[in-house]
């Protein structure tokens, strides 16, 4: 999966959310997260998707989740914010999944570990 295509609806409101994650205080500290990246790929060029490290990046043990949001008629401003209003909710994060980090970090938060990031071993 890539990056989708620029300009588009999608980045013009990805690129409000991370000015908006970007302010002093940040809306994220309340909650203990980091935000490790906001983009918009081309396997789903409508949606928002916004990547947290919980608790901070580099904490021991830690989990990297992603979160979706889809776009909508309103305005870019008024979807940066229902974005940016929906990250600050207490954990779990409505339909995040977990997309790296520690298995031991992702079960202290209430997340399935996904099959998809089983180390997968070869006999010997």
């Given at each position: 999966m890539g990056l989708a295509e620029r300009p588009s609806a999608a980045w013009e409101v990805a690129d409000l959310v991370v000015q908006q994650l970007l302010v002093v205080p940040n809306p994220l500290a309340e909650w203990d997260r980091d935000t490790f990246w906001v983009s918009v790929w081309d396997s789903d060029p409508r949606r928002v998707l916004v990547s947290l490290w919980v608790?901070?990046?580099?904490?021991?043990?830690?989990?990297q989740l992603m979160v979706g949001f889809e776009m909508t008629d309103q305005s870019p401003e008024l979807q940066s914010?229902?974005?940016?209003?929906?990250?600050?909710?207490?954990?779990?994060?409505n339909g995040a999944m977990v997309c790296a980090g520690d298995r031991e970090g992702a079960e202290?938060?209430?997340?399935?570990?996904?099959?998809?990031l089983e180390e997968t071993s070869t006999p010997a």
């Open positions: 608790p901070r990046v580099n904490a021991d043990p830690s989990v914010e229902r974005i940016v209003a929906a990250l600050r909710r207490p954990h779990p994060l202290a938060y209430g997340y399935v570990w996904p099959a998809s």
